[in-house]
C-alpha cells in the first residue's frame, strides 16, 4: 500500500493537451495508467483518480506492464477535452523538472 500511495497525487501537474503535446515533443511516447480510491489504494473499476505516468518506452519485461497508451492517442485528447468532476486525471510530475 505504500507504493499505491507514493505514486498516486504527490508530485501531480493538471492533465490536459497542452501537456500530453509538451510530453510529446520531450520523447514521451505513452502513459501508464493508473487508477486509485480516495483512500489512495489501487483501483481499477470504479477510480476516484487516475495518475498518468509518462514513459519513453514500454517495459520489456512483461510482469511490469500494466494498462499503457499511447500519448498522441484519441482518447487521451478526447479525455483532456471533457470537464468531467470523476475521475479526476492528473499526470505525475516526475518528468517536468
Known sequence: ??????????????????????????????????????DHHYEYIEPHFLVLVPLKELPSDPLKKDIFEPITSELLYKWADETNEFPQIVIANNTFN
Do not use: C, P, W
Not at 507514493?6 to 490536459?16: C, D, L, R
Not at 493537451?17 to 502513459?31: E, I, M, P, T
Open 1 to 38: 500500500m505504500r507504493k499505491a500511495i507514493a505514486e498516486s497525487k504527490s508530485g501531480t501537474i493538471a492533465f490536459s493537451a497542452k501537456a500530453l503535446d509538451h510530453l510529446h515533443s520531450r520523447g514521451y511516447n505513452f502513459v501508464q495508467v493508473k487508477g486509485f480510491t480516495q
